[in-house]
């Protein structure tokens, strides 16, 4: 099958999600440095000490912008079983979308109007909110939209538009905040938001069918059939993994800059690269899916995954950490859409929502643990929080292997060891 054969709705969805994901992607990067400009102040909270669960640390710099970065994770994670439950009640997907983007948008122009770093936190809770919205109504009209001979083609169309925004959002954004300011950088994230909602409003529509009879039960399915963890959540565990893998870079950005010689701009392009690697992978990767099945590229992903991450905590030069980067990009687009489409493929009729909400609050919550993990863990030596992360990824590549089995429907004698498990 084609791309040009998808529905419009996917690509419309995509572009949307292209132009948001670049004003998102801006604030990754800007974040960090908007609140070590000193325009936030946040010397009264460094060297302070905070008592939890018999446990004490120390507040440094790096953990305050690890805690702003995943807020908006954990927001967002915790929050999509609910959202994602209730789309599939109303059938109201893109009205939730819409919603979604006015939150992200009107937080990202009111960045630049605050000067308490505790603003800057509630103004990040507020977009972790609006995403929750936006992203399991955004996956489940993709997933409503295609079959089980395309849905892999479908999220790699999908996830490229996406992931052209998210990359070159980083990369932009080093340009834009040393040649005009914060106020430019906050201006574009509001500007993205604002196409992706004027995209959304033309072009996307829910599909016809009733308002779905799902539970109320908003527990996730744990336990398997014929194994012991149900495979979407395994994939959950193993998305975890990956989102940590991914997001602890950002919190690091003044260590890594200093430790490479280099500047945001080297920085914006090695955060950017996993993103540029996901661009030039993911359609090919999503309609190998469909044509050799998930699994092989489910187990290639993630053994892949283990050595990009661990390998950031030694290279030395900016061009090596880019070149890791990108492969470790390369990781992720192996898992991404066969991931989606798993989900899709077990997904019952009516329940796209709250199936595949799992994998998206997965990738949030791994989002939202990296920078705060890497922000306490860089205390004990720069390449532990890699190490720790590749440990994680280890294990998810184990628990994939034996609980995940193949769901889709190859072709036949496409790869041997690819027969489908699906019971249609």
């Known amino acids: 099958m084609g791309v040009l054969d998808l529905d419009r709705r996917v690509f419309a969805l995509g572009l949307a999600r292209m132009a948001d994901a670049i004003g998102n992607s801006f604030l990754i990067v800007v974040l960090p440095l908007y609140i070590a400009s000193g325009q936030v102040p946040i010397e009264a909270l460094v060297g302070t000490r905070l008592a939890a669960f018999g446990l004490s640390v120390t507040v440094t710099e790096y953990l305050l912008v690890g805690l702003v970065l995943s807020l908006f994770g954990f927001l967002n994670s915790f929050s999509q079983p609910f959202t994602g439950r209730l789309s599939d009640r109303t059938g109201r997907r893109r009205a939730f979308i819409l919603l979604g983007l006015l939150l992200l948008g009107g937080a990202s122009g009111a960045y630049a109007l605050v000067s308490s770093y505790w603003l800057v936190v509630v103004l990040r809770v507020v977009q972790g909110i609006g995403a929750a919205f936006t992203i399991p109504c955004t996956v489940a009209l993709v997933n409503e939209l295609a079959t089980g001979r395309d849905r892999g083609s479908n999220f ?70 014929d194994r012991l963890l149900d495979p979407v959540f395994a994939l959950g565990l193993g998305t975890v993994a990956m989102g940590i893998c991914i997001a602890m870079f950002a919190t690091l950005e003044g260590r890594i800059n200093d430790r490479l010689g280099q500047d945001t701009l080297w920085f914006g392009l090695q955060f950017g690269a996993v993103t540029l690697a996901n661009v030039a992978f993911q359609i090919p990767v999503g309609r190998g899916a469909d044509r050799y099945g998930r699994r092989p590229f489910l187990l290639a992903g993630f053994c892949l995954l283990v050595p990009t991450t661990v390998a950031q905590g030694y290279v030395l030069t ?55 993990a890497s922000g306490y863990l860089e205390r004990f030596g720069f390449a532990v929080p890699f190490l720790v992360a590749g440990a994680l990824a280890t294990l998810a590549l184990c628990v994939v292997w034996t609980q995940v089995a193949e769901t889709g429907d190859p072709e036949p004698g496409a790869w041997p060891w690819s027969e489908s498990t699906r019971g249609d």
């Open 318 to 372: 900016p061009e090596l950490m880019t070149l890791t980067r990108f492969l470790l990009g390369v990781a992720v687009a192996l898992v991404f859409a066969p991931s989606l489409a798993v989900a899709g493929d077990l997904a019952r009729e009516g329940e796209s929502g709250t199936t595949l909400s799992t994998l998206t609050m997965a990738f949030g919550l791994g989002v939202a643990i990296g920078p705060l």
């Open 156 to 225: 790699g169309v999908f996830n490229t538009f996406r992931l052209i925004g998210f990359g070159f959002g980083p990369i932009v954004a080093g340009l834009v905040v040393e040649a005009r300011g914060f106020d430019a950088a906050f201006a574009v994230a509001v500007a993205g938001a604002a196409v992706s909602f004027l995209t959304v409003w033309a072009f996307v529509s829910d599909p016809d069918r009733p308002a779905a009879d799902a539970s109320d039960d908003l527990s996730v399915t744990v336990r398997g059939d």
